[in-house]
Nanobody, 114 residues
Framework: QVQLVESGGGLVQAGGSLRLSCAASRIIFSINAMAWYRQAPGRQRELVATITSGGSTNYADSVKGRFTISRDNAKNTVYLQLNSLKPEDTAVYYC????????WGQGTRITVSS
């Protein structure tokens, strides 16, 4: 069964940090690039960061230098470290495997207070 299960969201003050985790089914994790998306209230879902099976990463301009995506192949888990959080980072964050037509997690909410 294909599963992506996120955890780690919550409420944080501006300037704070959080780490999101996404545990994936082994077969999905091994063959797919992984990504984090987010959707803020009233806005379209946007790509935050990607990491290939080989470990290459890419980031949205709005999070470069603040967010770090990583993966632990032994644990079939992808992480998103969020530092220097801003109120505009408030959104539901989704784990993704295989692009927009691939697999999605249920989402985890992050609220950044000013």
């Amino acid at each position: 069964q294909v599963q992506l299960v996120e955890s780690g969201g919550g409420l944080v003050q501006a300037g704070g940090s959080l780490r999101l985790s996404c545990a994936a089914s082994r077969i999905i994790f091994s063959i797919n690039a992984m990504a984090w998306y987010r959707q803020a209230p009233g806005r379209q879902r946007e790509l935050v960061a990607t990491i290939t099976s080989g470990g290459s990463t890419n980031y949205a301009d709005s999070v470069k230098g603040r967010f770090t995506i990583s993966r632990d192949n032994a644990k079939n888990t992808v992480y998103l470290q969020l530092n220097s959080l801003k109120p505009e980072d408030t959104a539901v964050y989704y784990c993704n495997a295989g692009g927009v037509t691939g697999y999605w997690g249920q989402g985890t909410r992050i609220t950044v207070s000013s």
